[in-house]
């Protein structure tokens, strides 16, 4: 006991004096640029100098020129550039409006060029007047203007939590007008330090103060009215469920809330219960899981905001690629807050069609006085098993039932990106995907698709025009979702929606006798339809965006596009051997696929149970082997003293039985 007391001792105090040795070391240099030789290697250098030549990629996207290190120590991935493109834009568009209220006109970079040529001629006498008119006013009446790249003193102050490389803020700087400051945050040295560089690269110095914190601990420090920022970005890997509790709190009244989230495979059901314990809602597999995932994740935010008195009214909400995006603004308001409950809602789905129902949390209905009275919502809605096929139900939520959007904020969006398309490198796409967006349903929650509707019933596929055109027939309304590409958004009633499907059925008929009595498709088919579909095309069923012939479904822009490794201190550089260890990691939870030949003489050991019968017409063509067994076996079998044996391969052989084993 003493030597391992004393050896205890010793080693505790040669670690001491060694955290103190590098805290000295680390007090006594100067605070410039890193060196990239000791990011490369994961380690900083200790007490001399290497001759590593510096290893370094650099980046230009939108009006940035960013600098990253070889080795994938500050995360970034290209693809989503698109998310960085639209928050630029819907941050513009946000600027615009509150500083037009304070009467700060914004000037947004090629905006004005693109309207003089818009523009008739009949209206430049008109353009001059206003020209003289500001003229006479007196100095202090001229209006006031925001350009980008300039301090606005009454402008936004914007934070970045996770700011990594500082590749969103620098963008903001460089291309957002009307910012007072942009401070872009994250917990690692190593990455605040690249961040000043690319700081200093850009020339921004002025705008993005870099900033090294946990991103929860800065946003609970700035929980004060005078101290909140008016646009919180919060792009983590992964989930963004840690931050969401203090980022309601550090925005200000009105503010902008930008929240993405790439756990994809939590919201769209594949875990239930972690979605739970992340968003406070349970997520079911379903065909409509990315609109489900955004209005779960605005759900987490209402529910989360409702707890300070606050609550949230969405601008805009995306699925793109891998990940869901949330634009959201915050207000105060004791009123407003009760009525959250009727805003939220249970999912229905039945585990056999699919079919789903919707059941509100809470009920607002009018009083007396002109007052709003709230209770608790009836329900259920449904009964214990479907109407359609007599299935069980699955129960997912509480999900966020209004509107998902703002379509006048879509509008204004939608508009400034297309007249002014050289701003971003993604206009195309942005354009399609918003035009879509305003072409949706705002009232009517998740959707079903072509392909789910026509599987159910195994019957084939009806045109997306030929089904929405039987459902403006029937007068339903109709429209796509920028979340799927075969997505159908009706208000029509699940009845309505499988009699059309029957309809198309009796056209293309499914052959009955290969049904089976207990599956979905029978129990729907055994029905007559009480509607007659028109599968006519009109001329009002190709939504405008899609006769445009606008970008509005990306396909995959590169190879290996998904969501990128985690950024850790030391790791390898994503290149050559990061691509060769995803191609060996792809399906390696499945067994590979055997091979032909190999397979043909594995069959080919066993014997044929219909040629034993005298059944087998396939002669030489069937697989398994037509040759009698060998006298010898034959008698040997047939011996009292020999054991008797069968094809059946012993358990846990691991080889497949033969066709005359039972």
Known sequence: MPRARIGLWLSLTLRSTRSLCRAGFMEGQPQGPPNPAGMENGTEPCGEERACEAQETTVTEGAAKIAFPSANEVFYNPVQEFNRDLTCAVITEFARIQLGAKGIQIKVPGEKDVQKVVVDLSEQEEEKAELKKGANLAPGDQPRTAA??????????????????????????????????????????????????????????HLVHPRQADARMLMYQHQRASERFDVIDLDPYGSPAPFLDAAVQAVSEGGLLCVTCTDMAVLAGNSGETCYSKYGAMALKSRACHEMALRIVLHSLDL???????????LLSVSADFYVRVFVRVFTGQAKVKASASKQALVFQCVGCGTFHLQRLGKASGASGGRVKFSAACGPPIGPECEHCGQRHQLGGPLWAE?????????????AVSTNPGRFHTSERIQGVLSVITEELPDVPLYYTLDQLSS???????????????????????????????????????????????CWEKECPVKRERLSEASPAFRILSVEPRLQANFA?????????????????QANPEANWGPRPRARPGSKAAGEGMEERRRLHQNKRKEPAEDPVQRAARLKTF????????????????????????????????????????????????????PDVD
């Open 607 to 658: 014997p044929c149970k219909r040629f034993k019968e005298g059944t087998c017409q396939r002669g030489d063509q069937c697989c398994y082997s037509h040759s009698p067994p060998a006298p010898e076996d034959t008698a040997a079998a047939a011996s009292p003293d020999h054991p008797k044996t069968s094809y059946q391969n012993p358990p846990g052989s691991g080889v497949a039985a033969g």
């Open 403 to 415: 509107p998902i959007h703002d379509l006048d904020f879509v509008g204004r969006v939608l508009q």
């Open 304 to 314: 989360r905001a409702n707890c300070y008195q606050r609550f949230v009214v969405p």
């Open 537 to 553: 095309i009109r001329d009002d069923a190709n939504p405008s965006s899609r006769q445009r012939g606008l970008k509005r479904f």
């Open 148 to 205: 980008v790249g300039e301090i606005c003193e009454e402008g936004l102050r914007v934070l970045e939590g996770l700011a990594a490389s500082g590749l969103r803020s620098i963008r903001f700087a460089r291309e957002v007008p009307g910012l007072q400051s942009v401070v872009a945050n994250d917990a690692s040295a190593r990455a605040v330090d690249l961040m000043c560089r690319n700081v200093q690269l850009n020339a921004v110095a």
């Open 456 to 502: 159910t019933l195994r019957c084939s596929t009806p045109s997306l025009l030929q089904l929405r055109s039987a459902l403006l027939c029937a007068g339903f309304r109709v429209s796509l979702s920028h979340a799927c590409k075969n997505a159908v958004k009706t208000d029509a009633p699940s009845s309505a929606l499988w009699d059309i499907m029957r």
